[in-house]
């Protein structure tokens, strides 16, 4: 019976973790396809962060490199997803072609996407762009520690059920259950 009690803790505290309805809890954080990640470094698909990509950014614009060229620079050391986006809008903003229209030519990544609005203001202004990649760079920073605080905050009052249910049995049967039948009399 005990065993059977135990079973069936460890499977709904199983199912209430991996179960059908865990992607659909208000409380569950879900990674955006094709972005970076959240907080790491994106080391499993060998992606740059997006952080630092504006950090590199910002040093080459700083340095008095072109935004074209300092895109296309970029485009270098970056996976191949994102490698072909920054190639192709590097490649047209040294055409001469409109910025919105090159950006557009790139594709829908969502790296890309955050590159393109934090080069926006400085590209479409011509304000200088490397103070503003550099707090963009930051804020992004801040956004995903901020993330990883709160999904571990969360993390804690989710585990708080199964480890419940997986220690609530051992106890009665390692520290209940000898002392009730050690107080039974002997038949």
Do not use: N
Not at 15 to 21: D, K, M, N, S, T
Not at 76 to 85: N, T, Y
């Amino acid at each position: 019976m005990t065993a059977l009690l135990t079973a069936l803790c460890v499977f709904g505290a199983l199912r209430l973790l991996f179960g059908p309805a865990a992607g659909t809890r208000p409380g569950r954080v879900r990674a955006r396809k094709g972005a970076a990640g959240t907080g790491r470094s994106g080391s499993s698909e060998g992606r740059l962060e997006t952080a630092l990509m504006l950090d590199l950014l910002g040093a080459m614009v700083q340095s008095g490199t072109p935004l074209p060229h300092a895109v296309a620079t970029l485009a270098r050391v970056c996976s191949p997803p994102v490698r072909d986006g920054l190639e192709t809008v590097a490649g047209a903003l040294m055409l001469g072609t409109e910025w919105q229209s090159a950006w557009a030519l790139a594709g829908g990544d969502g790296q890309l996407q955050e590159l393109q609005e934090a080069l926006r203001f400085g590209a479409v202004t011509g304000a200088p762009a490397a103070a503003i990649l550099y707090v963009q760079a930051e804020q992004i920073r801040r956004r995903r520690r901020q993330e990883a605080e709160r999904r571990a905050a969360a993390l804690g009052t989710r585990l708080v059920l199964p480890l419940g249910l997986c220690a609530l049995p051992s106890f009665v049967c390692l520290g209940v259950v000898p002392v009730l039948v050690s107080l039974l009399p002997r038949l």
